[in-house]
């Protein structure tokens, strides 16, 4: 029988970040923002508020390096479907590499954390012999916070460059439909966190191609290795470390990976019927939601 006033145990939690679901009228001012129950702040603003939106709501988020502020902002204006175009990429998640194109590109990811490692493992060394919760505890574990997060936005910079250089050479990019969570509990699990590739896949690519109005799309992701992309005959499993193609029925030869890129981009042209007319991207929006990042300005 449990006692009286004795009960489950309350953890503490630490909040990384809140949000304000609704914003004040005229809550917008040149370097500053005013937020319900906090007043007027000042922020370090990175870039002009957008013309035509309303601000629909903010986030502030407690990062190593301070305190940042995203307002998304809404518009009532319906947003058009990419249109499928003539040039077509196929784009296949390697092993060697981070991603295959079917026009023979093995592009190979930065070692982003494995090049800030041995400076990471210097400061947790530190980190070990001194008191947990003292002051000088405290700062290593900020020192080590701000250089995974410098890691982190080293990756992310590197994915929006390769996104936007990929959409500059196609209409239509087409990819595997992989579940990247069991991708990371896997046998690659340490290569697919070190270079983000289902951030890449899910979040940076679609956005930067619906940005600059270019189809994207994914594709049924089984068999692409076991199928030849020029004759379309089954192939048969392969182990990991085959990483050439070779066709018993045909002849054809290649890398692997390219060619289950190019079995992607004929999968993806097979499901919009190889019509350049053909709207298939997504439903029409009938709101455009625009996040905008700011630093706040840490007052004494």
Request: proline fraction near 3%; include cysteine; aromatic fraction near 10%.
């Amino acid at each position: 029988m449990k006692s009286k006033g004795y009960g489950f145990p309350r953890f503490k939690k630490q909040m990384k970040s809140f949000v304000f679901p609704a914003m004040l009228k005229n809550c917008l001012a040149k370097d500053k923002v005013k937020l319900p129950q906090l007043g007027w702040l000042k922020i370090k603003q990175s870039r002009d508020y957008p013309t035509g939106f309303e601000a629909r709501l903010a986030r502030i988020v407690k990062k190593a390096t301070g305190y940042y502020l995203m307002i998304a902002f809404q518009s009532l204006e319906s947003c058009p479907d990419a249109p499928v175009g003539k040039i077509s990429l196929g784009l296949d998640a390697g092993i060697e590499s981070f991603v295959a194109t079917d026009r023979g590109e093995l592009i190979k990811a930065p070692k982003f954390l494995l090049q800030a490692q041995s400076k990471l493992k210097l400061l947790q060394r530190r980190l070990k012999h001194k008191t947990k919760g003292s002051k000088n505890w405290l700062k290593l574990q900020n020192k080590i916070a701000k250089l995974h997060e410098k890691v982190a936005n080293t990756r992310r910079d590197w994915h929006f460059k390769l996104a936007n250089y990929l959409c500059d050479l196609t209409n239509n990019i087409f990819v595997e439909d992989i579940n990247f969570i069991s991708w990371s509990r896997g046998i690659v699990r340490k290569q697919s966190l070190d270079s983000g590739i289902g951030q890449f896949i899910n979040e940076i690519l679609p956005y930067i191609c619906g940005k600059r109005s270019k189809f994207y799309l994914k594709v049924n992701k089984n068999g692409t290795s076991q199928e030849c992309s020029n004759c379309g005959s089954y192939t048969g499993k392969k182990q990991l470390n085959e990483r050439v193609h070779n066709c018993q029925y045909c002849s054809y030869t290649a890398p692997r990976d390219v060619v289950s890129a190019e079995v992607i981009k004929n999968r993806g042209l097979i499901a919009v019927g190889h019509t350049v007319n053909q709207n298939a991207y997504r439903d029409v929006l009938t709101g455009f939601i625009q996040s905008n990042l700011f630093e706040l300005v840490k007052c004494p």
